[in-house]
């Protein structure tokens, strides 16, 4: 299995100062433990690109776009729609991290990977298609998902986000479209505050959003049982083409942002369960887009385990 890696020092240029979390540090931390782990030097290695603004479009509205290019050149220092801070450099980054994802799916559709593990900054699942808020711009998942329809004619994909919040701006972009599914475990009650269990879609979408809000302190019991329990049964009727992960690692113990307690080991199992899940209905085809982990070492560390069962290694 050849599993391909999107990582670029650009994404370090989106520098909010000292002491946010959302810091270029993040990016220093999981790409020096896959070299440290021996794993970087073994995978394919995908470009970043800036997207275009037609590539934007699929998900995002023209006066959205328009409003963080005017804020950003402005020198404006938070999106004026969310609680998203901005630097000089971070229209440019967070276009290198869209066009980035759409080159690993690039990779993975066309075969040259199995699958993909995109390193990118600034996350990107709270953001839809009017606001960029919660550390996001743009939304790099919900991106990759209608690129594959459009440029690949991939029908249906699934997203799977195990951040420890809940990605309302994925939500929200597929919400009435039945061709995306989106399945979601995350702490609540926490930011954003949505995510309840009575969200499931409207209209052609109805019943392809599933939601399952957990309280602080659910771990592998809770979460993994959830991914078994109901995305499994879901996924079994939707039959997705395309497997996509919000890699959110504040899920895991430890992390200052969040209160769930899963271990690198469950990392590995989540991503081994995706893998079975890609394997049987999307020929393994398969894309991770790094989102939230806001402790360095616990990134890092969750990281690792996530790539060794993309790679196949059992641990």
Same mark, same amino acid.
């Given at each position: 299995m050849t599993t391909a890696l999107l990582a670029d020092s650009i994404y370090m240029r989106h520098n909010l100062g000292r002491g946010h979390p959302e810091r270029p540090a993040r990016y220093e931390a999981v790409i020096s433990a896959l070299d440290t782990a021996g794993l970087a030097a073994q995978m394919l290695r995908i470009p970043a690109r800036a997207a275009t603004i037609d590539e934007l479009s699929a998900c995002h509205s023209g006066a959205y776009i328009r409003l963080v290019q005017s804020e950003v050149s402005r020198g404006a220092?938070?999106?004026?729609?969310?609680?998203?801070?901005?630097?000089?450099?971070?229209?440019?980054?967070?276009?290198?991290?869209?066009?980035? =994802?759409?080159n690993a799916v690039d990779a993975v559709i066309g075969g040259r990977a199995q699958n993909a593990f995109c390193v990118v900054r600034p996350p990107g699942h709270h953001a839809n298609a009017e606001r960029g808020m919660g550390f996001c711009i743009?939304?790099?998942?919900?991106?990759?998902?209608?690129?594959?329809?459009?440029?690949?004619?991939?029908?249906?994909?699934?997203?799977?986000?195990?951040?420890?919040h809940h990605g309302n701006g994925t939500q929200d972009i597929f919400y009435a479209d039945g061709s995306v599914f989106f399945f979601s475990t995350h702490q609540?009650?926490?930011?954003?505050?949505?995510?309840?269990?009575?969200?499931?879609?409207?209209g052609a979408g109805r019943g392809t959003t599933l939601n399952c809000p957990l309280p602080a302190g659910s771990?592998?019991?809770?979460?993994?049982?959830?991914?078994?329990?109901?995305?499994?049964?879901?996924?079994?009727?939707?039959?997705?083409?395309?497997?996509?992960?919000?890699?959110?690692?504040?899920?895991?113990?430890?992390?200052?942002?969040?209160?769930?307690l899963l271990s690198d080991q469950d990392f590995a199992g989540l991503t081994a369960l995706l893998l079975e899940?890609?394997?049987?209905?999307?020929?393994?085809?398969?894309?991770?887009?790094?989102?939230?982990?806001?402790?360095?070492?616990?990134?890092?560390?969750?990281?690792?385990?996530? =790539?060794?069962?993309?790679?196949?290694?059992?641990?």
């Open positions: 220092r938070v999106l004026s729609t969310g609680d998203t801070d901005l630097c000089a450099a971070s229209l440019e980054v967070a276009l290198e991290a869209v066009g980035g =994802v759409l743009f939304n790099n998942v919900a991106l990759a998902a209608r690129y594959a329809q459009r440029r690949h004619g991939v029908e249906r994909v699934l997203i799977a986000d195990w951040d420890v609540h009650p926490w930011y954003p505050g949505t995510g309840h269990s009575n969200e499931t879609g409207e771990g592998h019991a809770e979460i993994l049982g959830a991914f078994e329990r109901k995305l499994l049964p879901a996924v079994r009727d939707f039959k997705p083409d395309l497997v996509l992960i919000s890699a959110g690692f504040d899920s895991r113990a430890g992390d200052p942002l969040g209160g769930f899940l890609a394997g049987t209905y999307a020929g393994g085809r398969l894309v991770s887009v790094l989102e939230g982990g806001y402790s360095l070492e616990g990134l890092a560390a969750a990281a690792v385990a996530h =790539v060794k069962a993309l790679a196949g290694y059992a641990e």
